[in-house]
C-alpha cells in the first residue's frame, strides 16, 4: 500500500535496538584484539573459542565505556548488576551460549532528544546493557547466502567476544508519517553521541553499529498497539529509514486486507528496500536466562560514576549549536549538513585549515554529487579531511582554480595518490608563466582571425569565444581572468 | 620402606636433600601403578617418557644447585578434568576422547611450576556427575580395600591412585562432595578449599558455583602441602578470591584443638545412616573432647534441604556448560559425511558422546531453567542456598567447626546403585552444604566399619577461608588415632 494511503489509515510505533561494537583494545572476556579484518581466526584464544575448562574475566576498559553511554543518554547506572548466560546453540557462538545481561542492565532509564523537521523528538531509552559479539558464519553455496540451502559454511571466530553494547528504546508512538525519519535522526544522534564519546568507531559499513527496528501500526483514533515485527542488523542510517517506510507500507496492505500481522523477525534487502520474514517469534526460542555464575557482580562506585558523568565530552547538540555560531552558518545549511553526515567531515576539513566555507562548499558540493553517484556515504569516500584543505589551500594560493580542484578530487578519489601527488602527475598547474600562455594565445589569434577582428573592431564580447580557444588549448590549466586580459592587451583593445 | 609408601612431605625432603632422585621416586611410582592399576583403572592415562622428563628436569634443576619447593620433584595424579598439554584431557567423556588441550589448568601450571612430576590422568564420573566413578565413560575404578566396591566419585581415580599407593598426592574437584566422599571411603584425607581459594582456570566445568579443585593425600600434612601449593588468587578466575591463602601447613603441623568449641550438625545422623559410621563418628566426638575441645550440638534446619537444591542448581549450571561440546571446533563428531546439517551433526554427536547421567543431569537443567518454570526451581533453590548460607554464619557464631560424618554409609559394591539415581544421590548428603555456601570443608579417617571393615571419614567444616581450621582439626584427630591404632589407617587395607 502507497505510504500516504497507509498513514491515513494507520499510526506507526517505533522501537530500536541498537547494538556497538566497543572500540576497546581486547575483547570482552579475553585479551585477545579487536581489530578488524584480520585473517580468519587468528584473533582467538582457549577463552573466545570455549575450549574446555577456560573462563571469562571481565574487561573493566567496555564496563567503563558502556557506563559513559549510558550516562550521555540521561541514564541511571546500576548500583549492583550481572552478567546473564543467554543460552541457545548456534555455530559461530563457541559456547552455546552468549553472555549478556537479562534483568539486571548496567544502564536504565534514559532519553535522547533528535531534531526531526524542525522539531525536537524525545526517545526515551529503557535500557544499555554489555554482552559479547559472536563469530561470523559465511554461508557458501545456495542462492540467498543464508543458512538455509548452502552447500557449507565456514566460520570465523576472530569478532566472538568482541564487547557489544545493545541500546534499547522504548516504544515510540505518535511519530506519526515522520516515523521512518524518526528512526533516521535517532539512529545518527546516536552514532554521532557515541563517536564523540570516543568509545567506538561506529562504521556502519564493518558492522559495528547495527539496528534492529521494531514497527507495528494502530488503526487510527484505537489505542491498543499493534503486533510488532523486527528487522534485523539493517547496517546503514538510510537503510533504517527504508526499511521503517517498507515495514509500514507492507503491514499496511496486510492489515488492509484483513489479515494479521505475524510477530517475526525479518530481513532488509538493500535493492528493493523491502523485508522478508525471518525466523517467527511465535515458537519463541527459550534462553533459559540465569546469571553467569563465572563472573562476579559489577558494582560501580558511585564516586567514580559521578566522576565519569563530569567528564564527559561536549555532546552532539550542543556540539552543533556551537560549531553553526563558529561558522556563521544559517539553520538550513546546518540542517542539509546534520542530514548528509557531514558535520564531523566539515569539522575536520576546518580543523586542518580550510575555511569553513570552502569546506562545506566542496563536501555538500562535489563530493555529495559523487558519494550520492556512487550510492556511498560522504564518509565512505575515499578522501581524507585533510586532502580537501590541502586542495582549498592550493586554490587559496591561486596554484588551482575550481575546474582544476574537481579535476584533483577526482584523482585522489581514483586513488591516484595526495592531491599534490595527483597534479604532478596529471599535470594540473595552473598556468601561470605568461610566455607559456602569450605562446597559446598567439596560437589561438592565429586560428581566429575573424574573431580577432571582431574583438579589434570594437564587438569585445566576441573575446569569450578567444578565451575559450584558450582554454581548450591549455587543457584547461590557464587562468581565464589572465587569459582575457592579455588577449585584450595584445589587440589593443581596452575595456 | 619403599619410595611408593613414603608420605609427599619424606619424598620432598629426600630429594631436596638428594639422598634419592626425582627420576627414582617417578620410576617406582610408574612401577607400582603398572602392577597395581589393572586391577584398580586409577589411571585414564600414564605416559612413562614424559612423566621421568619432568623427574629428569627437576633432578637438573636440583643440580644446577636451585632452590627448590617442599614438594619438588614428587609425583603427583592429576583428575582428568585438569587440563594439560603434554597429556589428553578427557573429563571422563567419550566426547572428549584423545582430545589435547592447547594449554594448563591454573593448578596444574602451578604444581608444574612447583616441580610435581605428573604421573598421569586419573578416571572420574564423566564430567566429574558421580559419587562412584562408575559413570566414566572408560570403565569404573575400583577400590584399593575391597575391589569389588566403588572408590567413591567422581573423583575415585584420584583418590583410589593415593589409597593404592601409586601416587602420594592427587588432585580432585569438589561440586557436590567429589574430594570428600572418595577420601572418605578409600581412608584417605580430601579437602575442599574455600570456593574461589584455588582456581578453576582450566578445570573443565560442571557446576560453576560450585566446582572447587582440591588436594588428595595419605595425610593430613601432604594435603595441606599440596592445597597451599596450588591455592591463591589468580587473574584468570573472576572466581577466585583476592586473598592471602589460609595458613594450613602451619595448623597441619599445629593439631592443638584445646579449648575449640565444635559443633555437631544435629541433622546429620540417624535413619539411613550406617550403624558402623555413626558408631566411629560418635568415638571421634568423644575423642576431641577428650584431647581438649568443647563440644557442642548445632542445630542446621536448611541442610536437609540442601540434596534437592544442589540437584537444581548444579545441573541448570551443567546444562549451560555442557553446551559447548557440540562437534564444531574440538572432541567427538559425528556423522558429518556432508548430507548432515550442523545442528544434526551436534545432536547425533552429543546423543552418542553424552553418557546417560551427563544427558539426564543437562535434561533436569534445561527444564528448571525454562521460562515459566524458572523461578519454582532455579529461583527457588537459590533461596534455600542464602539459607544454608545464613545457618552455616548463625552455626559459627556459636563454634568454631561443624563436624558431621562425611558419608552416611561406607564403600558400596559396584553396580548396587547404578540404577538408582536417588540412591546414589544420597551419598552427598552430608557433604553439599559446604558447597553451596561455599566453605572449607575436609575428610580425614576415623576409623572402620565394624558391619564391613571399610573406611569411616569425619568431616570437619570451617568458615569461608577458615581452610586452616579443618587441617587443625584434622591433624589433631589423625594424630590420637593414629596413636590408637599404631600406624595409619591405610596399612590395614588388603595387600593389592
Redesign the interface.
Given at each position: 500500500m502507497p505510504y500516504d494511503e497507509a498513514l491515513e489509515r494507520f499510526e506507526p510505533v517505533l522501537g530500536l535496538e541498537t547494538h556497538v561494537e566497543l572500540g576497546t583494545a581486547s575483547k570482552m572476556f579475553c585479551g585477545c584484539p579487536t581489530t578488524f579484518g584480520a585473517p580468519p581466526n587468528t584473533h582467538v584464544c582457549?577463552v573466545c573459542?570455549?575450549?574446555?575448562?577456560?573462563?571469562?574475566?571481565?574487561n573493566a576498559a567496555a564496563i567503563e565505556s558502556t557506563i559513559r553511554i549510558g550516562l550521555a543518554l540521561n541514564c541511571s547506572i546500576a548500583e549492583w548488576c550481572r552478567f546473564a548466560?543467554k543460552?541457545y546453540?548456534y555455530?559461530d557462538m563457541?559456547?552455546?551460549?552468549q553472555i549478556s545481561q537479562y534483568d539486571e542492565p548496567l544502564c536504565f532509564d534514559g532519553y535522547l532528544d533528535v531534531e526531526v523537521d524542525g522539531k525536537t523528538v524525545r526517545i526515551e531509552i529503557e535500557r544499555v546493557h554489555l554482552e559479547e559479539d559472536t563469530g561470523k558464519s559465511t554461508h557458501v553455496g545456495g542462492a540467498t547466502g543464508r543458512i538455509h540451502g548452502a552447500d557449507y559454511?565456514i566460520?570465523d571466530y576472530n569478532r566472538a567476544g568482541i564487547p557489544l553494547v545493545e541500546i534499547v528504546t522504548k516504544p515510540i508512538p505518535g511519530t506519526d508519517r515522520l516515523a521512518p525519519e524518526v528512526a533516521r535522526a535517532y539512529g545518527t544522534e546516536l552514532r554521532e553521541l557515541v563517536r564523540g564519546l570516543g568509545v567506538s568507531d561506529v562504521r556502519m559499513e564493518e558492522g559495528s553499529m547495527r539496528f534492529d527496528v521494531n514497527v507495528s501500526l494502530m488503526p487510527r483514533g484505537s489505542s491498543e498497539w499493534g503486533t510488532r515485527t523486527e528487522t534485523k542488523n539493517v547496517n546503514s542510517l538510510r537503510s533504517v529509514e527504508r526499511s521503517v517506510r517498507g515495514e509500514i507500507e507492507r503491514q499496511a496492505a496486510i492489515l488492509a486486507d484483513g489479515g494479521r500481522i505475524i510477530q517475526e523477525t525479518r530481513h532488509f534487502h538493500e535493492n528493493t528496500g523491502t523485508t522478508t520474514s525471518g525466523r517467527s517469534k511465535e515458537e519463541a526460542q527459550?534462553y533459559?536466562?540465569?546469571p553467569e555464575?563465572?563472573?562476579?557482580p559489577i558494582a560501580p562506585d558511585p564516586a567514580w560514576v559521578a566522576e565519569l558523568k563530569a567528564a564527559l565530552p561536549e555532546l552532539p547538540g550542543v556540539r552543533r549549536k556551537r560549531l553553526q555560531q563558529e561558522w556563521g552558518v544559517s539553520d538550513l545549511d546546518m540542517t542539509s549538513m546534520y542530514n548528509a553526515d557531514a558535520i564531523v567531515l566539515v569539522e575536520a576539513t576546518v580543523a586542518a585549515g580550510a575555511p569553513p566555507a570552502d569546506a562545506r562548499k566542496w563536501w555538500m558540493g562535489e563530493l555529495a554529487r559523487r558519494a550520492n553517484e556512487a550510492g556511498l556515504p560522504l564518509s565512505a569516500l575515499r578522501i581524507t579531511p585533510d586532502q580537501i584543505a590541502r586542495v582549498c589551500a592550493m586554490v587559496a594560493g591561486g596554484a588551482l582554480n575550481d575546474k582544476l580542484a574537481r579535476q584533483v578530487l577526482e584523482g585522489v578519489l581514483n586513488g591516484e595518490g595526495s592531491p599534490d601527488e595527483v597534479v604532478a602527475a596529471r599535470g594540473l598547474q595552473i598556468v601561470n608563466d605568461e610566455g607559456e600562455l602569450m605562446e597559446i594565445i598567439d596560437q589561438v589569434l592565429a586560428g581566429n582571425a575573424d574573431a580577432a577582428d571582431k574583438v579589434r573592431s570594437g564587438k569585445v564580447a566576441a573575446v569569450g569565444a578567444l578565451v575559450g580557444g584558450v582554454m581548450k588549448a591549455s587543457r584547461g590549466k590557464a587562468d581565464a581572468g589572465r587569459a582575457r586580459e592579455l588577449i585584450l592587451e595584445r589587440l589593443g583593445v581596452s575595456e | 620402606m619403599s619410595l611408593v609408601h613414603k608420605t609427599a612431605a619424606d619424598l620432598g625432603a629426600l630429594i631436596a636433600a638428594g639422598e634419592v632422585s626425582a627420576v627414582e621416586v617417578a620410576q617406582a611410582h610408574l612401577d607400582r601403578i603398572a602392577a597395581v592399576d589393572p586391577q584398580v583403572n586409577a589411571f585414564l592415562h600414564v605416559d612413562a617418557e614424559t612423566t621421568l622428563k619432568q623427574a629428569r628436569a627437576v633432578d637438573a634443576r636440583r643440580a644446577a644447585g636451585e632452590e627448590l619447593g617442599p614438594l619438588a620433584g614428587v609425583p603427583i595424579a592429576h583428575k582428568d578434568v585438569f587440563t594439560t598439554v603434554d597429556m589428553p584431557t578427557t573429563a571422563g567423556s567419550k566426547i572428549l576422547e584423545g582430545y589435547r588441550p592447547p594449554y594448563d589448568a591454573t593448578v596444574t601450571r602451578r604444581l608444574r611450576e612447583a616441580g610435581l612430576v605428573i604421573l598421569g590422568k586419573t578416571n572420574l564420573d564423566e564430567f566429574a556427575m558421580g559419587s562412584s566413578t562408575e559413570n566414566s565413560a572408560y570403565g569404573p575404578t575400583r577400590n584399593p580395600w575391597d575391589l569389588s566396591r566403588i572408590p567413591g566419585g567422581s573423583s575415585g581415580g584420584s583418590s583410589a591412585a593415593v589409597a593404592a599407593y601409586e601416587a602420594p598426592l592427587s588432585t580432585g574437584t569438589d561440586t557436590g562432595g567429589s574430594i570428600r566422599q572418595p577420601a572418605a571411603v578409600t581412608g584417605i584425607v580430601g579437602m575442599k578449599p574455600t570456593y574461589g581459594g584455588s582456581s578453576r582456570y582450566g578445570l573443565i566445568a560442571f557446576a560453576s558455583s560450585l566446582d572447587t579443585p582440591g588436594p588428595f593425600a595419605r595425610n593430613v600434612l601432604d594435603t595441606a602441602l599440596l592445597h597451599e601449593a596450588f591455592s591463591g588468587h589468580d587473574v584468570m578466575d573472576a572466581t577466585s578470591v583476592d586473598a592471602p591463602v589460609p595458613s594450613v601447613v602451619a595448623a597441619a603441623r599445629n593439631g592443638d584443638v584445646a579449648g575449640l568449641r565444635i559443633g555437631v550438625v544435629k541433622e546429620f545422623g540417624g535413619d539411613g545412616y550406617q550403624a558402623g559410621v555413626l558408631a566411629r563418628f560418635h568415638e571421634t566426638v568423644e575423642l576431641l573432647e577428650s584431647l581438649g575441645a568443647k563440644v557442642f550440638e548445632v542445630s542446621c534446619p536448611s541442610f536437609t534441604t540442601a540434596l534437592p537444591a544442589y540437584y537444581l542448581i548444579a545441573p541448570s549450571e551443567c546444562s549451560s556448560n555442557l553446551a559447548r561440546f557440540d562437534a564444531m571446533r574440538y572432541g567427538l563428531r559425528v556423522g558429518d559425511d556432508g548430507t548432515r546439517s550442523a545442528e544434526e551433526v551436534m545432536a547425533l554427536t552429543r546423543a552418542q558422546g553424552f553418557g546417560p547421567e551427563v544427558k539426564r543431569r543437562i535434561i533436569l537443567g534445561t527444564y528448571a531453567l525454562s521460562s515459566g518454570y524458572y523461578d519454582a526451581y532455579y529461583g527457588q533453590a537459590q533461596k534455600v542456598r542464602t539459607l544454608i548460607a545464613r545457618d552455616f554464619e548463625a552455626a559459627f557464631q556459636q563454634v568454631d567447626v561443624l563436624i558431621s560424618p562425611t558419608t552416611p554409609t561406607t564403600a558400596f559394591p559396584i553396580g548396587e546403585r547404578a540404577d538408582d539415581p536417588m540412591a546414589m544421590y544420597l551419598a552427598d548428603l552430608c557433604t553439599i552444604p559446604a558447597n553451596l555456601a561455599g566453605n572449607a570443608a575436609i575428610s580425614v579417617p576415623c576409623g572402620l566399619a565394624d558391619e564391613d571393615g571399610l573406611p569411616v571419614g569425619l568431616q570437619i567444616m570451617a568458615p569461608v577461608l577458615g581452610d586452616d581450621r579443618c587441617y587443625r582439626v584434622g591433624a589433631a584427630v589423625e594424630k590420637a588415632l593414629q596413636a590408637r591404632w599404631g600406624g595409619s589407617l591405610l596399612s590395614r587395607a588388603p595387600e593389592l
Open positions: 582457549p573459542l570455549a575450549l574446555p575448562g577456560s573462563l571469562p574475566t571481565t548466560r543460552n546453540f555455530p563457541p559456547k552455546n551460549y559454511s566460520v527459550d533459559r536466562y540465569f555464575p563465572d563472573l562476579v | -
